[in-house]
């Protein structure tokens, strides 16, 4: 069954800690791209990444990390230095230079 | 860089109605502009997109639209039914280089009522 998947569906964690949100896909997708969502805010770039080792921060980077290690996978570590953590975090691949992009069914994220 | 201007923000309408919504974008050189729908819960899902290049794309119940000269382009889902009702996101990349990354309008909460 192809697609792009994220784990888990939910996720608490407590102030202060790091904590690591899994992306992998298996459509053979070079880009891939983490967005946040907020209510009323639309979806805001995180990271993206257009090929393996590689990757640019998008338009809210502060306080979060990435890596891109093999191709299928874009896992997203949120660090303390975050300030506002809590979100719906949707993780999306695309093949470079159509545009459409497929997203994963999100992790929603609370930390308390 | 691209900043994606999405309106109205609520859209309530009765069932069989039509319903439009609107995004202007600033970037010039941007030339692909997708629309989103997500369902409650559930994941964003490519419904229709445009490129710079037509004006209009049309199927079955929706279309796009795209004026270049204004940078804006519309939704317009005809007999609206209530399985419409969900948020719709229109998005735009960057026109310079050769990133895929989308830059999405704040979205748009449809309700039909039946």
């Known amino acids: 069954d192809g697609g792009i998947t994220q784990s888990p569906k939910y996720l608490f964690r407590k102030e202060g800690q790091n904590v690591t949100l899994s992306c992998e896909q298996n459509l053979n997708h070079d880009a891939m791209y983490w967005y946040r969502q907020d209510p009323g805010q639309g979806l805001r770039l995180i990271y993206y990444?257009?090929?393996?080792?590689?990757?640019q921060k998008g338009d809210i980077a502060e306080g979060y990390s990435v890596s891109r290690e093999k191709k299928e996978s874009f896992p997203l570590t949120v660090t303390s230095a975050q300030k506002n953590p809590t979100a719906f975090y949707l993780c999306a691949s695309s093949i470079l230079g159509t545009g459409e992009a497929f997203f994963g069914q999100g992790t929603r994220l609370t930390v308390v | 860089g691209e900043n994606v201007e999405q309106h109205p923000s609520t859209l309530s309408v009765q069932e069989g109605d039509s319903a439009v919504i609107k995004c202007t974008y600033s970037?010039?050189?941007?030339?692909?502009f997708p629309w989103y729908k997500q369902e409650l819960g559930k994941r964003p899902q490519l419904i229709i997109d445009?490129?710079?290049?037509?004006g209009e794309k049309k199927d079955q119940r929706i279309a796009v639209t795209l004026n270049k000269t204004a940078k804006h382009f519309s939704l317009h889902i005809t007999e609206t039914q209530p399985e419409d009702s969900a948020v719709y996101f229109c998005a735009a990349p960057p026109g310079t280089g050769a990133t895929n990354k989308l830059i999405f309008g704040t979205g748009t909460l449809l309700a039909v009522q039946p």
């Open positions: 970037d010039s050189a941007s030339n692909y």
């Open positions: 445009i490129r710079s290049n037509v």
């Open positions: 990444s257009q090929i393996v080792n590689d990757f």
